[in-house]
């Protein structure tokens, strides 16, 4: 009986690696936790983000029920993705319901960036 050839059981070997790199959990992205609180501060002023009004999420208040709840979002969204939502959410969705917070200068960049900072922890 020949042996395998040495080939065959190295791309076997790196074939089964990358399968189980794809049904592997993927990290939690790294976030600065020092801008995501002040990401919370900023989300949970009535003047500024005012977010608890129509998204609920760990910790909320009396929050909404209007918009999605915001735990876990970091598992469906990427970080772009969810400053763009709240930069501009009508670019998604015409229809929205959620304020175009960037667009109409309500919050600046660097608060959204710290609102999504935030969003990440949750």
């Known amino acids: 009986m ?7 059981t190295t791309a076997s070997a790196v074939l089964m690696l990358i399968g189980a790199a794809a049904l592997a959990p993927t990290a939690a992205m790294a976030v600065d936790s020092e801008l995501a609180a ?5 989300a949970e ?5 005012n977010c608890f009004t129509c998204h609920n999420y760990k910790g909320a208040h009396l929050a909404g029920n209007i918009g999605p709840a915001l735990n876990g979002v970091s598992k469906r969204l990427s970080r772009k ?25 309500v919050l600046s960049k660097k608060e959204i960036n710290a609102i999504t900072e935030w969003v990440l922890t949750l």
Not at 85 to 90: G, H, K, R
């Open 38 to 42: 002040k990401g919370k501060k900023i």
């Open 2 to 8: 020949r042996k395998p050839a040495k080939f065959l």
């Open 45 to 49: 002023n009535r003047k500024k983000g």
């Open 81 to 105: 993705k969810i400053y763009d939502q709240i930069w501009d959410a009508t670019k998604i969705n015409p229809n929205s319901s959620m304020i175009p917070f960037g667009k109409h200068e």
